[in-house]
């Protein structure tokens, strides 16, 4: 598949025309940034890492059922996607707290949660993607009723597939987030789009609390690119 015009670049990647109008080569970047944009900088080899990961899990989700953009991996670093509309909407899905949620309710973090929470967001960088809920995202028009049921029901799937993935490999998924766009060579359907990286997932060692994620760029904490080479290991698995 041959890499033509570049339509876009985001923080982490960059979108490329193909001679086929419905399909797309999504390059992964090294570059990283935090705090929606606010901090930056690179990681070594992560768009290497999160391309394979990403590759794979998706890969794993399509098994499950779940429609997503992936079709093949081309390169070390470039991904082969269906054309998406994406959906201006990201659902965070929370099974312990931590982030934002924990400074929003005034908790510490680790406090396993007794049932999922879902939460969505309006996706602006400059406005800091703020919480929103479903009255808003269908009253802004980001969202039908049908697509926000859609994607709920997904996200709780692709939880549930996550959780138990991780967890037999000593791995808690703590919350990631997840984007859903409309692709428009399947009638609009629905389907999963973007990546599931360490830079979307909360991964912590069960026991420890160890985090293997980009909290480790977030926060200073130091064996960054050890980090995302490990869970690319784990996931190979």
């Known amino acids: 598949m041959e890499k033509k015009e570049q339509l876009y670049e985001g923080k982490a990647k960059i ?4 001679e086929d109008e419905s399909k797309y080569i999504a390059f992964f970047k090294d570059d990283a940034t935090a705090f929606n944009g606010k901090k930056s900088g690179t990681i070594d080899s992560k768009g290497i ?10 890969e794993e989700i399509g098994k499950k059922g779940i429609p997503t953009h992936y079709l093949e991996t081309l390169s070390d670093r470039e991904m082969l996607v269906k054309r998406v509309e994406i959906i201006l909407v990201e659902v965070v899905i929370r099974n312990i707290v931590a982030g934002s949620m924990a400074r929003r309710m005034g908790v510490e973090e680790g406090m396993p ?3 999922t929470i879902i939460d969505l967001h309006y996706k602006d960088d400059d406005l800091d993607d703020p919480l929103i809920n479903e009255d808003t995202a269908i009253g802004f028009n980001l969202a039908t009723k049908e697509e926000l049921e ?9 939880n549930t597939f996550l959780k138990d993935f991780f967890s037999s490999k000593n791995i808690d998924l703590v919350d990631f987030k997840l984007e859903f766009g409309r692709c428009p060579s399947e009638n609009n359907k629905i ?6 990286t360490p830079d979307s997932c909360r991964f912590w060692e069960k026991g420890t609390g160890r985090k293997i994620d980009k909290d480790r760029f977030r926060h200073d904490l ?6 995302y080479a490990e869970i690319e290991k784990l996931v190979f698995e």
């Open 15 to 18: 979108i490329y025309q193909t």
């Open 49 to 58: 890492f999160n391309n394979k990961i990403s590759s794979k899990i998706f």
């Open 113 to 115: 949660l007794p049932n």
């Open 150 to 158: 859609t994607m709920r029901e997904y996200a709780l799937e692709i």
């Open 191 to 196: 389907i999963l789009a973007d990546e599931i």
């Open 222 to 227: 130091g064996n960054i690119e050890d980090a």
